[in-house]
């Protein structure tokens, strides 16, 4: 029990400093801990993990509380959130304050751009292998390829294909 | 600063710690499916705690440091009107309810985990929610089509983390300077 909790607050304080493009470039290391590493959840307990942090409202990260929760309960969904979200914000916190002092405009230009590649790379492994994990029936692949087209190509809310997919599943069709 | 006259035009409040603790708890709330416009509506247009230039070099700011968007803007918004104490009431007003409402969700699932409706439902859910994930990552990666270097680095991250299951530190810790350097020398 001790040993998970320190299992959370070590991984998830390391994701929390290098989640550069938004928290959704650190799923592929989380998937690779909580599967892989720690066996904490199986692929497809992953993806229903994801889903349901997905149909919640809020940031996108709400599968922290989640695998916290998973894990060790009330403590672990506390360690999970503190981890996540802690470290990054104190680095936000004093970079804000610093940031009047050490105005290099090129420097930070640099550093800005040359990280937009990384943030895409790492946000499409998201997506690989959270589709990976998913889609293990012919219906869910179909699903998937739906929703990424209707929200590439419209302005649907998110919670409406999310929707569509659920009922989609509810019926059980090919699955 | 030279904006400082083109921020003055439209009047700003300063929220106190509560105000921004219930101002992202809303926030959190209704945020479903991405937080960010709903937060500019909140932030610019009907609380006016930030003009519309300062709320988009906030966020420009935040996205350029770890951690997700909107936490970081949550914690940058706080600190800046009420320090500590108000990025802290900013940040748990944000995760507070999502957080309940995720873990309620959970537990759900859990108990209807042997229901095979609620199994097909999830998968359902599972499948249209990588939709939603690749549709992202096609959106961000748009801009990026016709930049060769950019698609080299974006594959360096890519097939390392997803065809040879490679942990991600040490992965970013490779290919983020090199990437950082050639964008300096040579431009994206």
């Known amino acids: 029990m001790n040993a998970n909790l320190i299992a959370l607050a070590m991984i998830f304080a390391q994701l929390s400093l290098v989640a550069f493009g938004g928290g959704n470039t650190t799923l592929p290391e989380m998937h690779r801990q909580a599967v892989e590493v720690y066996h904490w959840t199986t692929d497809a307990e992953f993806a229903a993990l994801f889903a349901l942090a997905r149909a919640a409202p809020g940031p996108n990260l709400m599968i922290v509380p989640l695998i916290g929760w998973h894990v060790a309960g009330v403590l672990g969904m506390l360690v999970a959130v503190a981890g996540m979200f802690g470290p990054s914000s104190i680095v936000t916190a004093v970079a804000l304050r610093l ?14 751009t040359g990280l937009i590649p990384i943030s895409v790379g790492l946000v499409a492994a998201s997506a690989a292998l959270i589709t990976q994990a998913s889609d293990h029936a012919w219906v869910l692949a179909i699903v998937t390829a739906i929703v990424a ?26 699955q | 600063m030279a904006m400082q006259d083109e921020m003055a035009a439209p009047a700003t409040t300063a929220p106190g710690v509560f105000d ?12 479903f499916g991405g ?146 350097l050639v964008t300096k020398r040579f431009g994206i």
């Not at chain 2, 101002?23 to 209704?30: A, I």
Request: aromatic fraction near 10%; glycine fraction near 10%; proline fraction near 6%.
């Open chain 1, 99 to 112: 940031w009047g002092r050490f105005e290099h405009q090129v420097w930070r230009q640099a550093v800005q």
């Open chain 2, 35 to 180: 937080v960010l416009p709903l937060a500019r509506h909140m932030i610019v247009e009907e609380r006016r705690w930030l003009t519309p230039i300062e709320f988009t070099e906030l966020l420009g700011l935040c996205q350029f440091l770890p951690g997700g968007n909107i936490i970081n803007l949550s914690v940058a918004i706080g600190t800046r009107f009420r320090g500590v104490p108000g990025a802290v009431a900013a940040l748990v007003g944000l995760i507070a309810a999502p957080t309940a409402i995720v873990i309620v969700l959970g537990e759900i699932y859990v108990r209807f985990q042997s229901d095979t409706r609620v199994v097909h439902m999830f998968a359902g859910l599972a499948a249209a929610a990588a939709g939603l994930l690749i549709s992202m990552a096609l959106q961000m990666a748009q801009p990026l089509w016709r930049k060769p270097r950019a698609i080299v680095f974006a594959c360096a991250c890519f097939v390392p983390v997803v065809v040879f299951q490679l942990p991600l530190v040490p992965t970013l810790l490779i290919v983020a300077p090199i990437s950082i």
């Open chain 1, 149 to 174: 087209i209707a929200a590439t190509k419209t302005r649907l809310h998110p919670l409406w294909l999310l929707a569509v997919g659920a009922a989609i599943g509810w019926t059980g069709l090919g």
């Open chain 2, 20 to 31: 921004l603790f219930r101002g992202f708890l809303m926030l959190g709330l209704t945020g």
